[in-house]
């Protein structure tokens, strides 16, 4: 069980907009910590597209947004494209462990249809 | 350029062990938190625990699933991260990934970086 929830599939057609959710509580998302967000394709590591709640790295297309308000955060994906089809997760930090350990939701599948 | 290069993957027996190494670079690795995540095959992403730096206590955590059975250490002269792992299940076979938290100026932020990820596989 993931301590930051996502739903496992989400889809949508080429050049549509699609949103992930990612639902935390009052000890991670709640408490201020940053969420970050990973795609990760088949057989690859996961690739940083958003850090820091909305902060894009380097080469990452603007049609990726990142959100966050109160225990939740969102991941926006516009002008779908057949290359965005893949796994993308939320990270954050949690209180309630030892201090500051990383949690994970657990995954949503996106499919271009 | 921020690296990470995780090494020490492969086979081994269920109850063995094997110790991966993290290489950093390009950072001060004695200032930067760092942290062991995996991945088994088909599943989610793990938190397995984390090395603080001395400045901020110099402890290691492991995470419930691991607890008791991996060590976190690290080496700041060489910049290298450890992860020790006894007793290994067929459960742990995953690809161990060593991350860090660096802080962006530019945006004001603290960004995560990872390795690409070392492969371990307990099987008999």
């Known amino acids: 069980q993931s301590v930051l929830t996502q739903p496992p599939s989400v889809s949508g057609a080429p050049g549509q907009r699609v949103t992930i959710s990612c639902t935390g509580g009052?000890?991670?998302?709640?408490?201020?910590?940053?969420v970050q967000w990973y795609q990760q394709l088949p057989g690859t590591a996961p690739k940083l597209i958003i850090y820091g709640n909305t902060n894009r790295p380097s080469g990452v297309p603007d049609r990726f947004t990142g959100s966050k308000s109160g225990t939740s955060a969102s991941l926006a994906v516009t002008g779908l494209e057949a290359e965005d089809e893949a796994d993308y997760y939320c990270q954050s930090y949690d209180n309630s462990l030892s201090g500051g350990d990383v949690v994970f939701g657990g995954g949503t599948k996106l499919t271009v249809l | 350029e921020v690296q990470l290069v995780e090494s020490g993957g492969g086979l081994v027996k269920p109850g063995g062990s094997l110790t991966l190494s993290c290489a950093g670079s390009?950072?001060?690795?004695?200032?930067?938190?760092m942290s062991w995540v995996r991945q088994g095959p088909g599943k989610g992403l793990e938190y397995i625990g984390q090395?603080?730096?001395?400045?901020?206590?110099?402890?290691?955590d492991t995470a419930a699933p691991v607890k008791g059975r991996f060590i976190i250490s690290r080496e700041d002269s060489q910049s290298t991260l450890y992860l020790q792992m006894n007793s290994l299940k067929t459960e742990d076979t995953a690809v161990y990934y060593c991350?860090?938290?660096?802080?962006?100026?530019?945006?004001?932020?603290?960004?995560?970086?990872w390795g690409q990820g070392a492969l371990v596989t307990v099987s008999s």
């Open positions: 991350t860090t938290i660096l802080y962006d100026s530019p945006s004001g932020s603290y960004r995560p970086y």
């Open positions: 090395s603080k730096t001395k400045a901020g206590g110099g402890t290691t």
């Open positions: 390009g950072f001060t690795f004695s200032n930067a938190w």
């Open positions: 009052s000890s991670n998302i709640g408490a201020g910590h940053d």
